[in-house]
């Protein structure tokens, strides 16, 4: 428990990581930073807030299938079922049992509000924030989501953690595309899990090759954190991975159709990026695979719907089969209507 006063550095820090621009295209980021910096500005009434973590720790190394490069990584939150779909109901439970018995009015949040969630679990002693920008708690390392009950009850506070990452720069370290200018810093624009997720467009050409297999999201900086030896694999049955996402072939990924899509990410926290962008960036995966065997499916992609997907597909095509690619090149270039598209044409018969 911690009061909502009790993180009084994050606005200045909030703005600076808005000032240079390191949110990318999270406008909402921008639109909503009074809000995120004064708990009390989304709801005057609050006294105490009571912040929450369940333990979504995974029971192999995450890492491992990055060697898998036939196959599509996708993050440790999202191999069960959405976490949205779980906490929140427990933090309603939890919050009308408060009432029940002390009384007062309460409000609770699950990474759907304007709530700066870390530095509050930091003041109300759950852990600190690691030098990867993350929580880390002494007994569940990196794996834990977040949830807050917001109450105008006056709760006695609990000490905040301080930082115990010491000289450890691990979690710097392993980012595959540097997107740590300083410890404890993130731009956004260079996170694979920003560029898998949140970025709606075209991923950038330059990170395109560090991004591998990761299809959704990315675990390395929260993996190689040490204090991770005391964590135990989440207990949680629906976030237990499902056998269906743990290491899904890019060949059956790609050949995914909306209804598909849907049938296979049900309940899974992947359906809120759509079927375009996941290909997206399973497209960059096959670019990545470096097989042959994959050829067909980036060639058929050319011709999708969705200009996101055909632009994915011809960066792989170029990387798998250079003369395939010129010699779709001469029937499909002319045809593109969209001009960032046009461009990807350009750029890959170009290289």
């Not at 509000?113 to 390392?141: C, D, F, I, Y």
Request: proline letters at 7%; one cysteine or more; glycine letters at 6%.
């Amino acid at each position: 428990m911690t009061r909502p006063d009790a993180i009084p550095r994050a606005a200045a820090g909030l703005r600076a990581f808005l000032e240079a621009g390191s949110h990318g295209d999270m406008d909402w980021m921008a639109r909503n930073a009074d809000r995120r910096a004064d708990p009390r500005t989304l709801w005057p009434d609050v006294h105490t807030i009571v912040m929450l973590g369940v333990n979504y720790g995974p029971d192999n190394d995450p890492l491992a299938i990055l060697n898998e490069r036939l196959r599509g990584a996708i993050s440790v939150y999202a191999l069960g079922e959405d976490y949205h779909d779980l906490i929140k109901p427990r933090l309603k439970a939890l919050a009308r049992m408060l009432v029940d018995k002390a009384g007062g009015d309460v409000k609770v949040f699950v990474d759907t509000a304007p709530v700066m969630e870390k530095p509050l679990a930091q003041a109300a002693g759950l852990g600190w924030q690691g030098k990867h920008t993350n929580l880390v708690s002494r007994t569940h390392g990196s794996w834990l989501f977040l949830g807050a009950i917001f109450t105008t009850l006056e709760l006695p506070p609990d000490p905040p953690e301080v930082d115990h990452c010491g000289s450890c720069h691990a979690c710097l370290d392993v980012c595959p595309t540097a997107a740590f200018p300083a410890p404890y810093q993130l731009d956004a624009r260079r996170c694979i899990s920003y560029l898998t997720i949140e970025h709606k467009g075209p991923i950038p050409h330059a990170l395109r090759p560090a991004i591998g297999n990761r299809i959704y999201g990315c675990d390395d900086c929260l993996a190689v954190c040490p204090w991770n030896k005391f964590a135990q694999a989440g207990r949680e049955t629906k976030l237990a991975a499902r056998a269906t996402l743990r290491a899904p072939a890019l060949a059956e990924l790609a050949r995914l159709d909306d209804t598909a899509f849907r049938i296979l990410f049900a309940k899974s926290a992947v359906k809120r990026i759509g079927r375009a962008r996941l290909l997206r960036n399973v497209l960059i995966a096959i670019g990545n695979a470096g097989d042959a065997s994959l050829v067909p499916e980036a060639e058929r992609l050319l011709e999708d719907a969705s200009p996101i997907v055909r632009g994915a597909a011809i960066w792989a095509l170029g990387r798998l089969d250079r003369a395939r690619l010129k010699m779709r090149a001469a029937e499909r270039r002319a045809a593109e209507i969209d001009a960032d598209i046009a461009a990807e044409w350009d750029a890959a018969c170009a290289e």
